[in-house]
Every structure is written in C-alpha cells, then in structure tokens.
C-alpha cells in the first residue's frame, strides 16, 4: 500500500501540520517591513483595528494602550500591499487547497492578521477551541467538531515563535472530563503544559503551522520575546455559512468597499475569493460571537 506522504493526511489526522518555506526568499523582506510598519502604527496608536491585552477574544476593546495582535492587515487603509499578494501567493493556496481537497473557485476570503508581543505585560489566551463554547456539552460539542471541516487556520512567524500550545487530535474528539475541568472558565493556565496531552509548538522563522481552529489550544505571550506572526484563515465554500460567525465577528464590513477589491492583486482568483466571502456576508444574519470575553 502507498504511504500517504502529503500534508494532508498529517493535517487529518492530529489536526496541525508544519509546512517550511512558504514565504518566498525574495518577499521576506517587503513583508517583515511592512509587519514592523503595521506594528509602529498600532503601538502608536494610530491603528484602531488591535487585539487589545485583557480581551482574549473578540469583541476587542481599547481599555488596555498594550496589543497582542493587528486586525485586518490587508485593510485599504493601511496601504500594504505584500499582505495581500503573500495571502493570494502560489506557495501559500496550494497548501490551502491541498489542505481543504478544494478548487481554486471554492476558495473563501477569510481573516488575516498578525500576532505580535505586547509591549509591557504579558498576557496568556484559556484553553479554547475557536468557535466551540467552553460549556458546550459532550453532545454539541461532537456535532461542532463534525462540521469543522471547510476552513484552515495557520500562523506563519517570522521570527521563532513558541507562543501556542494545542492537544493534537483533539479537533476529532470531544474534551475528556478532566481537558473539560481545565477549559470551561475563562481563566488562562498558569501553565499550559498541566493540560493532559498537550504540546508546546515552536515554529522557526520561515514555518507556517496550519491547524483546525477547533482543536484544543492554548496561548502565552510574553513582553519580553518580539513575535510577528503571521495569522490567517482561508475557507471552502461547500461549508456553507458555517463559518459565518467565526469569521464575521471580527467585523469585515471594510472588505464591502471597492477600495479594498481593488488593492487586491490583479488577479481572478483573488476577486473570485473575496466575492465568495461577500456572499457569506449577504446571506448571513448577526452573528454574536463565538466564545464569551
Ligand atoms: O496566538 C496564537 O497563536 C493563537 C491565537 C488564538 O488562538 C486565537 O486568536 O483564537
Ligand atoms: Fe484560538
């Protein structure tokens, strides 16, 4: 029998998979200065669009001057294009579309956001799968876990990081009692490796690690280790608007506007991609948010 070498099978079956060098050599260096632009303004306080230190999950508010990530990275306002060409690259959406076992056409525009050290306290995100309660019972959350199959999330760093924890195999499986004793209140670990089956991930600068965003994991962040890591998601549209929620509670309206359309690289699919998301967006209602903060 063949051994099924892709990174599809590693994806399937512990719910993670690491893939090198898939930032080109030659863009390292527009995209490591537009990062480090998009973080001055943020720090600066000149982009409101932030992950907010004290709010692990979106809503995100602007309590605490001291960020962990930087929303909406391809926002026209921010005027970087590399964000838009890497997230539309070759390298990049065949892993997706390899990931997925989707075309080009089913291709949906997602998040894409960076993830960055905050400055002056650090801060830590719970034991949580993305758009599963921490209360869900056994029952709900087996049937989140079913349907989680028309999306891929990743984190690509640009400088080593080993901020996230995740259970491997537990995007298959529903919480044992006692993963459900230390992930149903909203307190962050004091260490995440208390967690029964838990890893830590590093990943060296240059590695994306693409994940089930329901998998079990955990994050630290300390004000100490500079991190910029790049974090997106890209959806297939045979999953319908499941994915509505956890993806339009971040707020992406600005990606109506044709501003944005058009500082997308010229290319069909990336139109094809963000048209996809718009119709998500039509037929979809309010949407709530997908874990309490
Ligand atoms: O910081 C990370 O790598 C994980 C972030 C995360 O889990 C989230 O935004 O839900
Ligand atoms: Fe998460």
Redesign the pocket.
Known sequence: MAVDNSIKATYDEQGFVVVPGLIPEEDWEELEAACQRVIRKTREGDWPHR?TVGK??PPFDIDNPDS??VQHVMHPQLNEPAFGKWYTSQALLSAVKQLLGCSDEELQLELF?L?INPLDHDFA?RW?R?DVGEKATEEEERSALQLWHHGVQW?AALYT?S??FIIPRSHKNVRTPEQRQLSETLEPPKNPMDMPGAIQLTLQPGETVFYN?NIL???T?SSKTPRA?L?GCIGDIRGGSTRARNVLQHGLDWMKVDDFRSSLPEDWRARKMLDNLLIMQRNSGPVGYSLQN
């Open positions: 992950r692990q999950f962990w990530g956001n993830l995100l949580h993305d984190n990081d901020c996230l965003s994991h955990c994050a962040y890591t974090h």
